[in-house]
């Protein structure tokens, strides 16, 4: 498995940008598929968006579809989360995850993740 940790967090104003990074460590980066999921208090954790390890496909939750962009530096063993234009709804705590097999949105199709890195927008 891999060790993820998770920076770049912090409070911006709405309509800002932000970029998170994952730093992996332990196994093979790069065959692993690779996510983000976001987490508020009292609801479950959340699809982002993904990343396919082979391929680097990326998938994207319709309500961030278009404003965040995953990437990938597998040099580097890094995933990153560019998020542009954010809005006070994507207010919460930051997971990455990696996983191996068939890639989903749920996040049982990951089976390392981060520790979280929060992020808050204000209006």
């Known amino acids: 498995q891999v060790q993820l940790v998770e920076s770049g967090g912090g409070l911006v104003q709405a309509g800002g940008s932000l970029r998170l990074s994952c730093a992996a460590s332990?196994?093979?980066?790069?065959?692993?598929?690779v996510g983000w999921f976001r987490q508020t208090p009292g609801k479950e954790r959340s699809f982002v968006s993904a990343?396919?390890?082979?391929?680097?496909?990326?998938y994207y939750a319709d309500s961030v579809k278009g404003r965040f962009t995953i990437s990938r530096d597998n040099t580097k063993n890094t995933l990153y989360l560019q998020m542009d234009t954010l809005k006070p709804e994507d207010t919460a705590v930051y997971y990455c995850a990696a996983g191996q097999g068939v890639i989903t949105t749920s996040p049982s199709s990951f089976s390392s993740w981060g520790q979280g890195t929060r992020v808050t927008v204000s209006s």
């Open positions: 332990g196994d093979t980066f790069s065959a692993y598929n």
């Open positions: 990343m396919n390890g082979i391929r680097g496909r990326s």
